[in-house]
């Protein structure tokens, strides 16, 4: 393990995800984005966990060959309902389908988290999973929640940091940051070990 330094390293959050980016900034240091160009299509036979983690080494990677002597974070998000994975609705139907799918019903979500040290090639993994009970939605509230909030670009349809919130009976993580996209006690930890201290670097 490295020792942690009062010299902040280069950071890249190698994602587009406003999410994330917002998750992020919390921790009040300088950083970077990067937008990696991958497929993210799952592989057949693919587990969800294992998806999440090939999808966020693999954002990593392809921003790090952008940037030398940098520590590269790269993260994804997949959400299984009934043993299967469930992406971002796109369109308010889809949206509409897949809560009503999901009231009264437990999803899965694999936030998975890879940090990547370009000076070294060591490489930091971990899948954050929290679980996620929805209430027993009326179609009415459905409607009424994704008008107001549009989720489209969540995986599951539903925003738990904003008005989402009040769709859910229980939230079940050891992280409260992975169910957004980012699980930053996760990070913190890989973080310390490549030598860089959050707080050491405001010193």
Same mark, same amino acid.
């Given at each position: 393990?490295?020792?942690?330094?009062?010299?902040?390293?280069?950071?890249?959050?190698?994602?587009?995800?406003?999410?994330?980016?917002?998750?992020?900034?919390?921790?009040?240091?300088?950083?970077?984005?990067?937008?990696?160009d991958?497929?993210?299509?799952p592989?057949?036979?693919?587990?969800?966990?294992?998806?999440?983690?090939?999808l966020?080494?693999?954002?990593?990677?392809?921003?790090?060959?952008?940037?030398?002597?940098?520590?590269i974070i790269?993260?994804?998000q997949?959400?299984t309902?009934?043993?299967?994975?469930?992406?971002?609705?796109? $369109?308010?139907?889809?949206?509409?389908?897949?809560?009503?799918?999901?009231?009264?019903?437990?999803?899965e979500?694999?936030?998975?988290?890879?940090?990547?040290?370009?000076? $070294?090639?060591?490489?930091?993994?971990?899948?954050?999973? $929290?679980?996620?009970?929805?209430?027993?939605l009326?179609d009415?509230?459905?409607?009424?929640y994704l008008?107001?909030?549009t989720?489209?670009?969540?995986?599951?349809?539903?925003?738990?940091?904003?008005?989402g919130?009040?769709?859910l009976?229980?939230?079940?993580?050891?992280?409260?940051?992975?169910?957004?996209?980012?699980?930053?006690i996760?990070?913190?930890?890989?973080?310390?070990a490549?030598?860089?201290?959050?707080?050491?670097?405001?010193?």
């Amino acid at each position: 393990m490295s020792e942690a330094s009062n010299t902040p390293m280069r950071l890249v959050l190698a994602s587009s995800s406003r999410y994330r980016r917002k998750l992020l900034e919390r921790l009040r240091v300088p950083f970077e984005v990067a937008s990696p160009d991958i497929d993210e299509t799952p592989l057949s036979g693919e587990t969800p966990e294992q998806t999440a983690l090939r999808l966020s080494i693999a954002k990593a990677r392809a921003a790090a060959e952008r940037f030398a002597d940098a520590l590269i974070i790269g993260s994804d998000q997949v959400a299984t309902f009934d043993g299967q994975q469930i992406g971002k609705p796109g $369109t308010h139907e889809n949206a509409v389908a897949q809560l009503q799918s999901m009231r009264g019903r437990d999803v899965e979500f694999h936030s998975a988290l890879c940090l990547f040290d370009t000076r $070294t090639g060591d490489v930091q993994s971990a899948d954050i999973v $929290t679980r996620v009970r929805f209430r027993d939605l009326s179609d009415a509230e459905i409607e009424a929640y994704l008008r107001a909030e549009t989720p489209y670009d969540c995986a599951g349809s539903a925003k738990s940091e904003g008005l989402g919130i009040a769709l859910l009976d229980a939230i079940e993580s050891d992280d409260p940051t992975a169910l957004i996209g980012l699980p930053l006690i996760a990070l913190t930890k890989m973080l310390r070990a490549a030598g860089f201290s959050v707080l050491g670097a405001r010193a």
